[in-house]
């Protein structure tokens, strides 16, 4: 069995919003989530035991309340689709329209992604990594709660297989310039695709809700896909 990763983890690129769960959203966590859910633990998964099969796995990481991502699994049945959120109201949205959809290749996580990846997910055993309008943190002295660093792209790295790839969307301007930065100094990965766009030409992805919300606020969107580096 791999030992999972030491990384300190101090500054969280996270603040964890105090929010009220709706009367079906706390039932869908009492019934769904014994089924759909992934308590988190030191022991490293095992993908292919969690979903009774072998596929590729995609797994997303800050997923709101995942309306986005249970589209990705409708759409894409022969991958597996693991969803880490912190939190619960989004988990419980999340868990009802996995239900609606009849869908059995998600599950879900409610912990702290860099805490999880460290912790759960094995090295080499993922195809993607998506990062969908991550919290910019717009003021300069919180730079450093960007989840987007370099120790982030290592840890991302090292658990995706050949080929594998990051996908990151934003929609403020200074944290796609923190992003093209980070990842120019990184022999990781490698960019493969890039646009800018009003909303119009979303990278291989749905449009997401906040999304929506940074367009109406005149925003640009910010797509980049990276393939992990060769021989890293």
């Known amino acids: 069995m791999q030992?999972?990763?030491?990384h300190k983890r101090s500054i969280r690129s996270f603040v964890k919003r105090a929010g009220r769960l709706t009367p079906s959203q706390q039932k869908a966590l009492a019934e769904l989530w014994p089924t759909l859910g992934i308590g988190y633990g030191p022991e490293l998964l095992n993908l292919d035991k969690v979903f009774a099969r072998a596929a590729p796995a995609v797994l997303e990481i800050g997923f709101g309340n995942g309306e986005t991502l249970v589209q990705q699994a409708v759409e894409n049945q022969d991958k597996n689709y693991i969803g880490?959120?912190?939190?619960?109201?989004?988990v419980g949205h999340c868990l009802l329209q996995a239900?609606?959809?009849?869908?059995?290749?998600l599950r879900l996580l409610m912990h702290d992604a860099i805490e999880v990846l460290n912790a759960q997910i094995p090295l080499e055993s993922l195809a993607r990594v998506n990062l969908y309008f991550p919290d910019p943190w717009p003021k300069k002295?919180?730079?450093?709660r960007r989840i987007v660093q370099h120790d982030f792209l290592d840890l991302?790295?090292?658990?995706?297989a050949a080929n594998g790839t990051l996908n990151i969307a934003t929609d403020w301007a200074a944290y796609a310039e923190h992003i093209d930065e980070i990842l120019s100094r990184s022999d990781r990965f490698t960019c493969?695709?890039?646009r800018e766009h009003d909303g119009e030409n979303p990278l291989?992805?749905?449009?997401?809700?906040?999304?929506r919300r940074g367009l109406k606020k005149g925003h640009r969107i910010w797509d980049g896909c990276f393939i992990k580096?060769?021989?890293?």
């Open 204 to 211: 291989d992805r749905p449009r997401t809700k906040f999304e």
């Open 192 to 194: 493969t695709e890039r």
């Open 229 to 232: 580096t060769p021989d890293h």
């Open 99 to 105: 239900r609606d959809a009849g869908i059995d290749n």
């Open 156 to 160: 991302i790295a090292d658990r995706l």
């Open 3 to 6: 030992a999972p990763d030491h």
């Open 84 to 90: 880490i959120e912190v939190h619960e109201p989004g």
């Open 141 to 144: 002295r919180h730079h450093k």
